[in-house]
Every structure is written in C-alpha cells, then in structure tokens.
Nanobody, 125 residues
Framework: QVQLVESGGGLVQPGGSLRLSCAAS????????MGWFRQAPGKSRTFVAA????????RYADSVKGRFTISRDNAKNTVYLQMSSLKPEDTAVYYC??????????????????WGQGTQVTVSS
C-alpha cells in the first residue's frame, strides 16, 4: 500500500507557472506508474498526465500538451507536475494517483489504485 500527499497548489495569474509535488510513503514507489488527474467544480475527475515506473514513458491529455511536464524521482519517492502557461480553465483540484498493475501507462481513472487528497490550483487575475 502507498500513501500519497500532494503539495504546491495555490493561486496564480494566467500565464504563470506552478510545480505540484506528490510524496509517496513506502519502499515500493518505483513499482507504480504515477498519474495526475484534476477535478473542476461541478465536473468529473479527468486525466492530466502520467509517467511510467522508470520514467521512460509519459502521457498527457491534449489540453495540457506542451504546457505541463510530469516527472518523477524514485530516490525521493516523489512525482512532479510542472505547469506553465496556465489558463483559467486549468483551475481545479489536482490529485496524484498510483497504478500498481497496469502494463502500460494509463489514462483511465479506475485503473489507479491509490489516491492523494488533492491540492487546489486556481488560475485567476
């Protein structure tokens, strides 16, 4: 089992940047694919980005390609989401998640086994 704690959210102006972090407990972090999802008010949770166990593969939602970068540091049990050129429509609670069993990096929410509590990102002037 793994516990996930997100940090780094906040209020940022349009066009600005933020870096989210997700710290994982346990000694098996490198055995999980890791993903970021987000949920805007009144909307369902959607896929943002994912990174494979060894960082060889990344995957992004079309809406964030070229603006967001996911990375991980297995030595620190941490996954990051660098967000740039932020837009008001990026406003949401951002969640990190761990996928234990998939062969490939997944964008499907229900394939992820463990979730953090989320961190709020608000993009507004």
């Amino acid at each position: 089992q793994v516990q996930l704690v997100e940090s780094g959210g906040g209020l940022v102006q349009p066009g600005g940047s933020l870096r989210l972090s997700c710290a994982a407990s346990g000694r098996t972090f490198s055995s999980y694919h890791m993903g970021w999802f987000r949920q805007a008010p009144g909307k369902s949770r959607t896929f943002v980005a994912a990174v494979s166990r060894g960082s060889s593969t990344t995957r992004y939602a079309d809406s964030v390609k070229g603006r967001f970068t996911i990375s991980r540091d297995n030595a620190k049990n941490t996954v990051y989401l660098q967000m740039s050129s932020l837009k008001p429509e990026d406003t949401a609670v951002y969640y990190c998640a761990a996928d234990r069993g998939s062969y490939n990096v997944a964008s499907t929410l229900n394939l992820y086994d463990y979730w953090g509590q989320g961190t709020q990102v608000t993009v507004s002037s």
